[in-house]
């Protein structure tokens, strides 16, 4: 095996293009099972945020020179909370001061409740050509458990307004594996989502996280833990009717019809390089991985007094107290490969022997014949001529398969 320590690290560069994210941390109200960098009843906050977030989008720009960019993400939080006004304002300013491909995939996420005709074809004149909408489930007992906003009718009702304005690109998200949710409840929502027509769903297995209400609920005894046999079997039966029903899953929690893939989130998996703005955002560049101070209210002093005094130089003249980024973690080789094994294996192609031995300059197998060994004689595990893949056992065991690649390097 060869001396990792020994390997040159030779990370992407920026100069071939980004995935830029923004975050926006409102919310009007927060769901019971969140434990994202979101905020509710701080409203009055707003206009100094998108002030503070324009002025982090041209500072990177002036960084890193005006990079291509091949996808933008506006996430959350609640990013279709914000007036129609401040999501042009945002897009605009990203338009004049990057390299925006034409073809660039443009994802907003979307409340239902927040969706009328004429904030959807606001944001379509903002350039918008992708939403996210979390719906999370058609059952209206389920919906209030979560502390979801809308009914799975204003759902339904959202969906066909988006697609009346013109959106083509529409990607549903649905949580499996809720307290009480039983069989028969997940077959319904997910029947209700093919039928709508959706172009790309998402399923994530509910996972209850310290600090959340529902995290309390679940430990006085108000909710069932979550059964994670039976959210096996909600998972394998989404596998099963979304296959029948003209989608392809191409990463463990994503399905897409044919073409309807998301690119941004692709970057991700693929460990290229994008750019995080925002409170909290978080970003890989250069070998670098950083992140921005998490309060909204730190974020926007940060950038109100010191944007200006950013030079282009290294991402370190970012960093607190002359701009928003919290912490900087340089990676090594050693690092940059497990990451990329463990995002790379979300993929249902996997990770590619070619894309992995043209980045590092060593093969795969090479790097990880131990734990390869143990994960194929487990049956977690593929190997193929193309790639190294979970297998459908791997599927539903992927964090036990990726820690395998991040706990030795």
Known sequence: MPNLAQIKHNPPSYEQGIGLYVHIPFCQTKCSYCDFNTYERIEDQIPNYVSALKNEIKAWSDLLSQPVVHTIFLGGGTPSYLPVDDIKHILSTIHSNYKVQDSAEITMECNPGDITLEQASGWSDAKVNRVSMGVQSFNDGLLALLGRRHTANEAKQAFHTLRKVGFKNQSLDLIYGLP????????????????????????????????????????????????????????????????????????????????????????????????????????????????????????????????????????????????????????????????????????????????????????LNKIFSKELDRLVALDLVEITDKSVRLSDKGRLLGNEVFAEFISEQ
């Open 180 to 363: 009480h949710q039983s069989a028969s409840q997940w077959s319904h929502t997910l029947d209700e989502a093919i039928e709508l027509g959706s172009d790309h769903i998402s399923l994530y297995s509910l996972q209850i996280e310290e600090g959340t209400p529902l995290a309390v609920d679940v430990k006085k005894g108000r909710y069932p833990i979550p059964d994670d046999d039976l959210a096996a079997e909600m998972y394998e039966e989404a596998q099963r009717k979304l296959t029948a029903n003209g989608f392809s899953q191409y990463e463990i929690s994503n399905w897409a019809k044919p073409g309807m893939e998301s690119q941004h989130n692709t970057i991700y998996w693929l460990n290229e390089p994008y750019l995080g703005v925002g409170a909290g955002a978080h970003s890989w560049l250069e070998g670098q991985r950083f992140f921005n101070l998490k309060s909204p209210t730190r974020y926007v002093t940060a950038m109100d007094n010191n944007y200006k005094e950013i030079n282009q130089g290294s991402i370190a003249t970012m960093q607190e107290p002359f701009g928003p980024v919290a912490q900087i973690d340089v990676t090594t080789a050693a690092i940059d490969m497990g990451e990329t094994m463990m995002m790379g294996m979300r993929l249902n192609e996997g990770v590619s022997h070619k894309r992995f031995e043209k980045r590092f300059g060593t093969a």
